[in-house]
């Protein structure tokens, strides 16, 4: 079984700043892309930014500047540093990774999701 588990939510006011992490456990072989979304309420779930296994990175224009992807593939770990946080920027953030996990000696693709995490910035 593999789970993703985010942590490093909460509460901060407006030009503050806020680390997510999300770490990647079980019978994992190899995970190529990981990223982070978020949904906000009433709205659809919108990606946020994503790195690949060899570090190439892509953000939504809405966060260029202010946010920072990063990971640590010996921790199966992604990092979302988010600085000069706004109220908009408001929602629950998701972690994603396609990942490659064994089970019964057969190896298996999938797109795994984490839980997700609260993120408010009070203005």
């Known amino acids: 079984q593999v789970q993703l588990v985010e942590s490093g939510g909460g509460l901060v006011q407006a030009g503050g700043s806020l680390r997510l992490s999300c770490a990647a456990s079980?019978?994992?072989?190899?995970?190529?892309?990981m990223g982070w979304y978020r949904q906000a309420p009433g709205k659809q779930r919108e990606l946020v930014a994503v790195?690949?296994?060899?570090?190439?990175?892509n953000y939504a224009d809405s966060v260029k500047g202010r946010f920072t992807i990063s990971r640590d593939n010996a921790k199966n770990t992604v990092y979302l540093q988010m600085n000069s946080l706004k109220p908009e920027d408001t929602a629950v953030y998701y972690c994603?990774?396609?990942?490659?996990?064994?089970?019964?000696?057969?190896?298996?693709?999938?797109?795994?999701w984490g839980q997700g995490t609260q993120v408010t910035v009070s203005s």
């Open positions: 994603n990774a396609d990942l490659t996990h064994y089970r019964g000696g057969g190896y298996y693709n999938n797109n795994q």
């Open positions: 790195i690949t296994s060899g570090g190439n990175t």
């Open positions: 079980g019978s994992i072989f190899r995970i190529d892309a």
